[in-house]
């Protein structure tokens, strides 16, 4: 497995390899993100997986600092999954100090995580877009956990005629349904023993819309009361929305998504479920 840190070392790299599938990740790999370099080597010639915490998706109140890294960890998971390069690149030359471009999503990037995180999901769009202009893959691949990022990486690669198609893996989880994160090791005991009551309220408000429910109100309030009787934090929201746009669906479609957001005492949690799955 070839290691490049400057981007000339990756475009020198990429020009001997076929279809490149490429995950970009921020690094303290999980399960989760191992499902996506699996989907990645199954469909491609070559797999490129970037490792960079990227300073501006980070809000000044939030955790850049202190986000788990653990380089050297990360480099065994990939060399066992058979990934061709990693791209760890430094911010200096990522970021020069003249850099002063930003792409800014609307609609889809406001709401929610959007309006909780402001400039969160411009700093996700500007390094993605740079990331794919370096890697130059013909397919990424995003885990479904980071819906809203999902839906906006779909919107900003169609707005701009990338040229990538996105694949969207289904989310990880641990044994107990707490879907795989790289911050889940900032839970204390008594948080990490409460989280799977996440999981559970959104199977819990699946249940009642296969059950015939359509009524936006009654859902979202089933997955608020579940979430309490599973002693979960006050949720930022709890809501059921639209995949594509993010806005509130009624009444609630086979394709909507049960969405939520918890803040945790160090760490914020958010996870989904589409309501129409199986
Ligand atoms: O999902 C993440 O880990 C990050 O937001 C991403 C897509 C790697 C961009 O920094």
Do not use: W
């Amino acid at each position: 497995m070839k290691q490049c840190t400057t981007i000339d070392s990756v475009r020198q790299a990429r020009a001997s390899y076929g279809k490149v599938g490429f995950v970009p990740t921020m690094g303290f790999l999980h399960e989760g993100h191992l499902s996506l370099v699996r989907r990645a080597r199954a469909e491609n010639d070559a797999v490129i997986v970037s490792i960079f915490v990227n300073p501006i998706q980070f809000g000044p109140n939030e955790d850049f600092e202190s986000y788990p890294r653990d380089r050297e960890r990360d480099l065994a998971m990939l060399a066992k999954e058979g990934v061709d390069l990693v791209f760890t690149p430094e911010a200096s030359e990522f970021y020069p100090p003249d850099f002063a471009t930003e792409i800014v999503v609307k609609g889809v990037a406001n709401r929610l995580e959007g309006a909780s995180r402001p400039g969160h999901f411009s700093g996700v769009a500007t390094v993605v877009t740079k990331l794919f202009n370096i890697v130059q893959p013909q397919r990424a691949y995003f885990g479904q956990k980071d819906a809203q990022q999902c839906a906006v990486i779909r919107r900003f690669v169609e707005d701009l005629n990338i040229p990538v198609a996105i694949t969207i893996v289904p989310t990880g989880r641990e044994e107990d349904g707490l879907a795989s994160s790289s911050r889940n090791v900032r839970l204390s005991a008594k948080e990490r023993a409460l989280a799977p009551g996440l999981y559970k309220a959104l199977l819990g408000t699946r249940i009642l819309f296969q059950s015939g429910e359509r009524d936006r109100v009654i859902l979202e309030a089933r997955l608020k009361e579940l979430l309490r009787q599973n002693d979960i934090p006050q949720p930022d929201y709890a809501v059921i929305v639209d995949p594509r746009t993010f806005e509130a669906v009624n009444p609630v479609t086979d394709n909507a998504l049960a969405l939520l957001a918890v803040p945790f005492s160090t760490v914020r949690l958010i996870d989904n479920l589409p309501l129409g799955m199986e």
